[in-house]
């Protein structure tokens, strides 16, 4: 027969009252998740920016866009033109083509206009030494949306598009920018960056890239 215990025998089970313990354990498991997190993001720019620098040669000696230890002299360029005091409604991004200087309608023209505004020859004058003390080609795409609201003088959104670039162009070239460095081109509707279904979008589309291409880079 088996032997009969006395629960007076048995041992005290102490309640467990230290329950913080699993919400610290999750605090600290969810912050070496996003730290991991950080670093691998880090790691994926410091690769992107390598391939950039990569696709630009060097430039000549004595160029005030050299600078020791810096990765991309394009890289560099887009920093230095951030810097500048431009409208709200300028962007800069870096790409495998170059240096990309967004200027959206409402700084350059009036609508259906492709004559500068005062505020755009301005922000132009601004953005002139940057693009001055480089070699590189200066690309200047024109963009419109997918509407007719233009000046009648001009038969259609490739015209229109043209002439918007073109006179950034001759403003460029007239403070004294090189003009067989410059290139302009027309693309009507046909490359928006957001579909043309509200007028606000539209009015996203109607725009001007200002491109410093890589060196011995055409588009």
């Not at 329950?19 to 992107?48: P, R």
């Not at 409208?87 to 790409?95: E, G, I, Q, R």
């Amino acid at each position: 027969m088996g032997q009969m215990i006395d629960e007076d025998d048995c041992p005290v089970c102490v309640e467990f009252d230290q329950e913080w313990i699993f919400t610290y354990g999750d605090m600290v498991t969810l912050l070496l998740c996003f730290f991991i997190l950080l670093f691998s993001m880090c790691k994926i720019d410091d690769e992107k920016i390598q391939e950039i620098s990569q696709s630009f040669k060097a430039m000549p000696p004595g160029s005030p866009y050299v600078f020791s230890g810096k990765k991309s002299v394009m890289d560099q360029v887009a920093r230095d033109v951030e810097q500048l005091d431009m409208p709200d409604d300028v962007t800069v991004n870096v790409t495998n083509g170059g240096v990309e200087v967004t200027f959206k309608e409402t700084v350059l023209f009036e609508v259906g206009s492709a004559e500068l505004t005062a505020e755009a020859q301005e922000a132009l004058q601004t953005m002139s030494p940057v693009l001055a003390g480089l070699p590189n080609l200066i690309l200047i795409e024109g963009h419109t949306d997918d509407s007719s609201d233009f000046d009648p003088q001009y038969r259609s959104n490739w015209e229109f598009s043209v002439a918007r670039s073109s006179a950034v162009a001759s403003f460029f070239e007239s403070i004294g920018i090189d003009g067989s460095r410059i290139q302009i081109s027309g693309y009507a509707d046909i490359r928006p960056r957001f579909s043309n279904d509200t007028s606000y979008k539209r009015s996203l589309n109607r725009r001007v890239d200002i491109v410093l291409l890589p060196e011995d880079l055409t588009r």
